[in-house]
């Protein structure tokens, strides 16, 4: 069964701060791997899309990596800002399968 | 352009009753999808649907229905709601399917949903 693990569950760290969410999944074949922000009471909002060829992808202070041979991606988040307080989900697609797996997100809190 | 919409925004009701949660997307997407999201799990698919006319369950579609007689509609019917699916229910719609990377999925802001 296609699994996507996210880690930390939750996390608190100070405006200003960096900090770093990972998600391991087991999706096979690969397709392309997503990054969601979802803000308490909203729908998910795309920030990042990456394909096995992709190692990289930033979007402003949003920064992904993946390592297709580990089945790993990483998000980081640089000098966070409270408006980053949010729930982030990590969304992976096997090649010939329409239907998305998402992870659980993990909950970060920007605290000033 | 609205992006997707969803109503209503909340809803309670009761054991055995039915109901109708709306999407619509004005981006003329082929892809729509339904998705529930409970606490501590990830979005799981109900129903899908590629295109006019043509629509597939997901992951979790038992007492749920949908249809799509038009590009821009994909309304869920709930036919005899208990409270198992009290749950957040989200709307997403996208150009071309999820496999296709440079294709952005956009989700609308969601149902709330509370079964008594």
């Known amino acids: 069964k296609n699994q996507v693990e996210q880690s930390p569950q939750s996390l608190i760290i100070l405006e200003g701060k960096n900090c770093t969410l990972q998600?391991?999944?087991?999706?096979?074949?690969?397709?392309?791997l997503r990054w969601y922000k979802q803000d308490t009471g909203r729908g998910p909002v795309s920030l990042t899309i990456?394909?096995?060829?992709?190692n990289t992808k930033s979007n402003g202070r949003y920064t992904a990596t993946l390592d297709a041979d580990t089945k790993q991606s990483s998000l980081h988040i640089t000098a966070s800002q409270l408006s980053d307080s949010a729930s982030y989900i990590c969304?992976?697609?096997?090649?010939?399968?329409?239907?998305?797996?998402f992870g659980a997100g993990t909950t970060v809190t920007v605290r000033a | 352009n609205a992006g997707v919409t969803q109503t209503p925004k909340f809803q309670v009701l009761k054991t055995g009753q039915s109901m109708t949660l709306q999407c619509a997307q004005d981006?003329?997407?082929?892809?729509m999808s339904w998705y529930r999201q409970d606490p501590g799990m990830g979005l799981r698919l109900i129903h899908y649907?590629?295109?006019?006319?043509?629509?597939d369950q997901g992951e979790v579609p038992n007492g749920y229905n949908v249809s799509r007689s038009t590009t821009e509609d994909f309304p869920l019917r709930l036919l005899s709601a208990a409270p198992s699916q009290t749950s957040v229910y989200f709307c997403?719609?996208?150009?071309?399917?999820?496999?296709?990377?440079?294709?952005?999925?956009?989700f609308g802001e969601g149902s709330w949903l509370t079964v008594v």
């Open positions: 649907s590629v295109g006019a006319g043509i629509t």
């Open positions: 998600c391991n999944y087991t999706v096979s074949p690969f397709s392309n």
């Open positions: 990456m394909t096995f060829s992709e």
């Open positions: 997403a719609s996208s150009y071309r399917d999820p496999q296709s990377s440079g294709n952005t999925i956009y």
């Open positions: 969304v992976v697609t096997a090649r010939g399968d329409y239907k998305l797996s």
């Open positions: 981006m003329n997407h082929e892809y």
